[in-house]
Each structure stands twice: as structure tokens, then as C-alpha cells.
């Protein structure tokens, strides 16, 4: 206890201390430990205000086998609230955080069939594949966002035995576009590939559209 002089009337009021922590969940991971959990002490005032404590998130320790990292978020779906690596955060209760994952679906290989990056969809991929390189196909997938290789640029689209839906969108060629290997790419729109570039196709890929007779 201490003892506090005052010369006039006054009201204390009673404030509150209490317990934060943030723990980490690999969420599926294939291999890692969970980093340590943070821990800290809040305030709340005698209104249940709560002022909360500041953290700086860790970085990853885990895997997971066909997925990237994409950081850390409240629940499992990955549609929280996201928090990022090497950011301070004011908490203001405990939480549990889950490693968010994108499926690896297509990998970015060069000319020597070295690992480049990993992509989660096909526009992504071809609007970030680098002029040369090849995009190998690592999943069956339907996509839903239309594709566009721009003028200049050439690709190569590995099938790799899987078969690429596209729902209601095209892949547009502006550049060099060349599709390879066994697999299919499947198109249920007016068409499955505009093509004002380059288009060529090599071993047994087959092009088709499932509204029309024609690609």
C-alpha cells in the first residue's frame, strides 16, 4: 500500500491488469515446431477499457508439402485477419494464430528446369512468369480469372497430364505462347484461346472448349 497526500476530495479509481498471449498453429503443416507463444501484460480501467500490449509477429518455422507460406491469420480458412512477419501488432486479447497456405498450382521453372516460383493461379502465373521460362502445371484446376500473356513476352505452358478449366474466361496471347505436354486445357466459354500473337502446340496437349466445336 501507498500512502497518497491529497488536499482536496478525490475519487480513485480501481485499474486492471491482466494476461495476453499469442500462440502459433502450423495449421496442416507438414514438418516445424511452433514458434514460442508471445506474452505480455494489458491494462483495463474502470470503464473495461483495455489497453492492449504490442507484439512483433515471428517469422515461420513451418512447411507444408505443395503450399507456400503466405503468413499468419486468426482462423484456420484463412479469411481472418491477417498479420504479417516482422510486424508490430497491439493485441488486446489472447489469440491463437494459423500458418495461411496457398496451394502450389503452378511452378515457374527456367531454361535449365530450375525452380523460379510458385503460383496459385494460371493469371497470376502468366503475368509473372519471365519472358523464356516455363510454367509446368502441378494440379488440376478451374479458374475463374482470365489469363494474358502480353505482347513480347513468350511462355511455355507445361500440361504435365493435368487439365486447366477455364470457367467462363479466355487465355489471352499477345506474345509467344507455346502449350506442351499430355494434358488438357478446357475452355467452357466463346472461346478457350484469343490468340493476336504466337500460338504454337507440341506433343499430345489437347486445346478444346466444352460450348463449342472450336478453341
Known amino acids: 500500500n501507498v500512502a497518497t497526500p491529497t488536499t482536496a476530495n478525490t475519487t480513485f479509481y480501481a485499474s486492471y491488469t491482466y494476461t495476453i498471449t499469442i500462440a502459433f498453429n502450423g495449421n496442416s503443416a507438414t514438418s516445424g515446431t511452433a514458434p514460442t507463444s508471445l506474452t505480455g501484460t494489458g491494462y483495463m480501467n474502470y470503464a473495461g477499457t483495455k489497453i492492449?500490449?504490442?507484439?512483433?509477429?515471428?517469422?515461420?518455422?513451418?512447411?507444408?508439402t505443395g503450399y507456400t507460406f503466405a503468413g499468419w491469420n486468426t482462423n484456420t480458412s484463412g479469411t481472418g485477419t491477417n498479420y504479417t512477419v516482422g510486424t508490430a501488432y497491439t493485441f488486446t486479447t489472447s489469440d491463437t494464430l494459423y500458418a495461411k497456405w496457398n496451394q502450389n498450382n503452378y511452378q515457374?521453372?527456367?531454361?535449365?528446369?530450375?525452380?523460379?516460383?510458385?503460383?496459385?493461379?494460371?493469371?497470376?502465373?502468366?503475368?509473372?512468369?519471365?519472358?523464356?521460362n516455363t510454367i509446368k502445371v502441378l494440379n488440376n484446376k478451374t479458374e475463374t480469372t482470365a489469363a494474358t500473356l502480353a505482347s513480347g513476352k513468350t511462355a511455355i505452358i507445361n500440361l504435365n497430364n493435368k487439365t486447366i478449366t477455364l470457367s467462363n474466361v479466355t487465355l489471352g496471347n499477345h506474345g509467344t505462347l507455346t502449350i506442351t505436354g499430355e494434358g488438357t486445357l478446357i475452355g467452357s466459354g466463346a472461346h478457350t484461346v484469343t490468340n493476336s500473337g504466337t500460338l504454337m502446340k507440341f506433343g499430345t496437349s489437347t486445346i478444346e472448349n466444352s460450348s463449342t466445336t472450336t478453341y
Open 52 to 64: 492492449g500490449k504490442s507484439f512483433t509477429i515471428p517469422s515461420n518455422p513451418f512447411t507444408r
Open 108 to 132: 515457374e521453372v527456367n531454361s535449365s528446369g530450375t525452380h523460379v516460383k510458385y503460383y496459385v493461379t494460371l493469371a497470376s502465373a502468366i503475368s509473372g512468369v519471365t519472358s523464356g
